[in-house]
């Protein structure tokens, strides 16, 4: 079975550049999950959607960070104009029914390098 | 202070030791705990749920000490394998707070 597949695996961009990064979740999950993690703050929630709605977005940094899931199987975050400060590893997880009482299950993420 | 500490470590220990480390929370109201596990630059995956009564899974133990507001994780007979960092997780209503990790490092 597929895991959470998440896209790209590397991005380096520069300073003030839109980044879009994807996700697509376990099929017959009803959670997604978007999180960033870097050595000084550790793994940090940015977002959440049940069954496509957003349910908790008080991680997202500010302004320049959205995120989407038009449809069950796929979510994108989006950074418009990045930042240096902006580079970490990005973590998509989705999990069925229950949310963050239940496992959740982790892309590889996404390596994001900001110059 | 953070709502969710951990001991960064690193924990270095021979092969076969028992470990133990423990995850502090402050809010009262935190509701579901877990451990992740994460190997170096991969994704967290789930060890283990801990439970109020405390449950064990092979050389695994976990405990919730909901009075002095700390979760453990106790590894018996350590291997190798078992080098990685330990994350843990304290859910309160729609927050996930996951604690900056304690690493663990076995040597032969």
């Known amino acids: 079975d597929a895991g959470v597949i998440q896209s790209p695996r590397h991005e380096v961009t520069e300073m003030g550049q839109e980044v879009t990064l994807r996700c697509k979740p376990i099929?017959?999950?009803?959670?997604l999950f978007w999180y960033r993690q870097t050595m000084m703050r550790g793994l940090e929630l940015l977002i959440y959607?049940?069954?496509?709605?957003?349910?908790?977005d008080s991680g997202m940094p500010e302004d320049r960070f959205s995120a989407k899931m038009p449809n069950a199987s796929f979510s994108t975050l989006k950074i418009q104009p990045s930042e240096p400060r902006d580079s970490a590893v990005y973590f998509c997880?989705?999990?069925?029914?229950?949310?963050?009482?239940?496992?959740?299950?982790f892309g590889p993420g996404t390596r994001l390098t900001v110059l | 202070r953070k709502e969710v500490e951990q001991d960064p470590g690193p924990f270095n220990v021979p092969e076969g030791a028992t470990v133990a480390f423990n995850c502090t929370y402050s809010?009262?109201?935190?509701?579901?705990f877990f451990w992740y596990r994460q190997d170096c630059r991969k994704e967290p995956k789930l060890l283990m749920s801990?439970?109020?009564s405390g449950n064990e899974d092979g050389r695994f133990t976990a405990q919730l000490n909901r009075a002095s507001q700390y979760i453990s994780l106790l590894i018996r007979d350590s291997k190798l394998s078992d080098s990685a960092t330990y994350l843990c997780v304290v859910n309160r209503a729609s927050k996930i707070i996951f604690g900056s990790g304690t690493r663990l490092s076995i040597r032969p």
């Open positions: 997880a989705s999990s069925l029914a229950g949310g963050p009482d239940n496992e959740q299950f």
């Open positions: 959607f049940n069954n496509n709605v957003p349910i908790d």
């Open positions: 801990v439970y109020s």
């Open positions: 809010n009262s109201a935190s509701q579901s």
């Open positions: 099929s017959g999950h009803d959670y």
